[in-house]
């Protein structure tokens, strides 16, 4: 016990020098991993506009304007709602956009059937959450420096719930194989989801699921590897954006931290 008492403080110290020197920029380099995916996928209406609009109209046989009223406002939202992110403008219309993107898409990909994706979008909608209650962080208060505390109330449960969605993420990679590599991978991820959706040891957690996450993303998604014309291109680069996102979603958590709903926040008022 007293041993591995030794070795997370070790790693909470790792954690805290990493944030320390990281503080000023971490939340920009959250920010643009968070949106990656939707501009990816903006871009891509942009340049495959053609194969888009005829997908559209083939799979839900509405005619070419809807098609093409649904790819451009794909393109629209997406791009636009990603520079209003990055340029700290509007960001709860950008937000609102961006989500209302993940519904359309849910629906016209019919992919709400599909488990890992629906799972992929819940915890793209935990980012996004994450983003609102940064931004809820900084509304203004009635007495210089010190926010109300509705705000802080509104902030914490934000990231509670922001938090516990990007989670399922991580149940999509998990194989149930019965070997003892899968066993202690679903073991050790299981412990840190856990730790993240309680809010306990919260930072720590979400770096370890952040290098855990971006180890994987680039071993099993690499798409910059496979021939431009192999089918499988394009779903290891939606994937590899999405996961991105993910990524993003989990460094504004190590950012601004777990919140007032968390085993963190009550453990230091003991």
Known sequence: MAAYQQVVSRADDVADTVL????????????????ATFLEDGLRMWFQWDEQREYFDSTWSCGSVLATLFVLANMFCQIVGCFMVLLRKQVRVAVGMLFTIIVMQSIAYTVLWD????????????????????ISGEVKTMFAGVPTGDANKKQSYMQLVGRVLVVFMF????????SPLRLVE?????????????????????????????????????????????????FMKYDFFQTLSVIGGLLLVVALGPGGVSLDAHRKKW
């Open 115 to 134: 488990a890992k994706f629906f799972l992929r979008n819940i915890a793209l909608c935990g980012g996004l959450l994450l983003l609102l209650a940064e």
């Open 186 to 234: 679903l073991a050790v991820g299981t412990v840190l989801m856990l730790a993240m959706a309680i809010g306990f040891k919260t930072k720590l957690a979400a770096l370890v699921l952040v290098a855990w996450l971006a180890t994987l993303n680039l071993l099993l998604n690499c798409f910059w590897m496979v021939p431009s014309q192999h089918y499988m291109r394009e």
């Open 20 to 35: 320390r020197r990281s503080k000023h920029y971490l939340p920009h380099v959250a920010r643009l991993f968070l949106i």
């Open 171 to 178: 149940m999509t990679l998990f194989s149930f194989e019965f």
